[in-house]
């Protein structure tokens, strides 16, 4: 109550009086003076709550809460457009100095070698995603590794040592790209970043989907790169399983993967999930074969024995 009172005595003052007659303001005035005073206390209410919830820090950080503590966890490292906006004008002060002075070829064969290590984890965590080793999986492709191969791929895709097709197919990095063509830098960071989203929640034949989309995408940054400096084409072939064709998930497995939905509402792909996992139950002698026939009779519809009253 004391900020209107003070909001109210201080318009009173600013409200103009006749200095003929020094009569009291009239009704007109008094109107003028009521919402001056309204519009006086509010303003003053509202730097009062200002000043209180600064002096709090509630201002300073909002705390969000899950019964998930590595989601607790998560939800407390969210950061607010506000707070990306120094990372945002780093970035973009780097990709100024990089189109300045582009990558010589030394820089630019540091960049290809940091997405040849990218390669060699990624067909690391395939052989984890098989043996459902997701810790180990997790370890084997960080977001350090992910915010690297960006880093890496921005030089090449800027690098005066590469044709201006094979900086296009690179592209730019997700989320970064705007109305500009993403390329293969984006596709690949986003496959891994999907993955590490999903561990725990995805079977082996998920995970095998993600890791697939990445190591295309990969394989395309490093041939883009290779076809323009023979430099380059030679470090490809010196790496490991460099001179192999690079072996991808198959068209059909492809296929059952990204299957739409079926006449019953579900897809191909959950039902293969579903009988993976029935058969990993089947191997460690959860589930018999005999209760995978008794699913089966139950989902042709007809009566089971006992069951034909």
Same mark, same amino acid.
């Given at each position: 109550?004391?900020?209107?009172?003070?909001?109210?005595?201080?318009?009173?003052?600013?409200?103009?009086?006749?200095?003929?007659?020094?009569?009291?303001?009239?009704?007109?005035?008094?109107?003028?003076?009521?919402?001056?005073?309204?519009?006086?206390?509010?303003?003053?209410?509202?730097?009062?709550?200002?000043?209180?919830?600064?002096?709090?820090?509630?201002?300073?950080?909002?705390?969000?809460?899950?019964?998930?503590?590595?989601?607790?966890?998560?939800?407390?490292?969210?950061?607010?457009?506000?707070?990306?906006?120094?990372?945002? &004008? =780093?970035? *973009? /002060?780097?990709?100024?100095? #990089?189109?300045?002075?582009? +990558?010589?070829? $030394?820089?630019?064969?540091? !960049?290809?070698?940091?997405?040849?290590?990218?390669?060699?984890?990624?067909?690391?965590?395939?052989?984890?995603?098989?043996?459902?080793?997701?810790?180990?999986?997790?370890?084997?492709?960080?977001?350090?590794?992910? &915010? =690297?191969? *960006? /880093?890496?791929?921005?030089? #090449?895709?800027?690098?005066? +040592?590469?044709? $201006?097709?094979?900086?296009? !197919?690179?592209?730019?990095?997700?989320?970064?790209?705007?109305?500009?063509?993403?390329?293969?830098?984006?596709?690949?960071?986003?496959?891994?970043?999907?993955?590490?989203?999903?561990?725990?929640?995805?079977?082996?034949? =998920?995970?095998?989907?993600?890791?697939?989309?990445?190591?295309?995408?990969?394989?395309?940054?490093?041939?883009?790169?290779?076809?323009?400096?023979?430099?380059?084409?030679?470090?490809?072939?010196?790496?490991?399983?460099?001179?192999?064709?690079?072996?991808?998930?198959?068209?059909?497995?492809?296929?059952?993967?990204?299957?739409?939905?079926?006449? =019953?509402?579900?897809?191909?792909?959950?039902?293969?999930?579903?009988?993976?996992?029935?058969?990993?139950?089947?191997?460690?002698?959860?589930?018999?074969?005999?209760?995978?026939?008794?699913?089966?009779?139950?989902?042709?519809?007809?009566?089971?024995?006992?069951?034909?009253?």
């Amino acid at each position: 109550m004391s900020w209107w009172v003070v909001a109210f005595g201080v318009s009173s003052l600013l409200t103009p009086r006749d200095p003929a007659s020094n009569r009291m303001p009239r009704r007109r005035e008094l109107l003028y003076g009521g919402l001056s005073a309204a519009t006086l206390g509010s303003f003053a209410t509202a730097l009062a709550m200002l000043d209180t919830r600064t002096s709090s820090g509630m201002l300073d950080q909002l705390e969000l809460y899950s019964d998930d503590r590595s989601t607790a966890i998560e939800l407390q490292q969210l950061r607010s457009s506000n707070q990306l906006w120094p990372a945002r &004008r =780093e970035l *973009e /002060a780097q990709w100024r100095a #990089l189109r300045d002075h582009p +990558a010589d070829l $030394a820089q630019t064969a540091e !960049a290809y070698a940091t997405v040849l290590r990218v390669r060699a984890a990624i067909a690391l965590a395939e052989d984890l995603a098989r043996d459902q080793r997701w810790a180990d999986l997790d370890a084997a492709l960080p977001l350090q590794l992910v &915010r =690297e191969f *960006e /880093a890496a791929c921005t030089v #090449l895709s800027l690098s005066a +040592a590469l044709s $201006a097709d094979a900086r296009a !197919a690179i592209g730019f990095q997700w989320g970064a790209c705007g109305w500009k063509r993403c390329g293969a830098q984006a596709d690949g960071a986003q496959a891994i970043c999907k993955l590490r989203q999903n561990l725990g929640m995805i079977v082996p034949i =998920e995970a095998l989907f993600y890791l697939d989309v990445a190591k295309r995408a990969v394989d395309e940054v490093l041939a883009a790169a290779a076809s323009s400096s023979p430099a380059l084409a030679a470090l490809l072939r010196e790496a490991p399983g460099g001179g192999s064709a690079a072996e991808y998930l198959d068209v059909e497995t492809l296929d059952l993967l990204l299957a739409t939905d079926d006449a =019953e509402g579900g897809t191909e792909a959950e039902d293969a999930v579903a009988e993976w996992e029935r058969e990993v139950l089947r191997q460690a002698g959860i589930l018999s074969s005999e209760s995978r026939s008794t699913d089966e009779d139950d989902s042709s519809g007809e009566p089971l024995n006992g069951d034909a009253e």
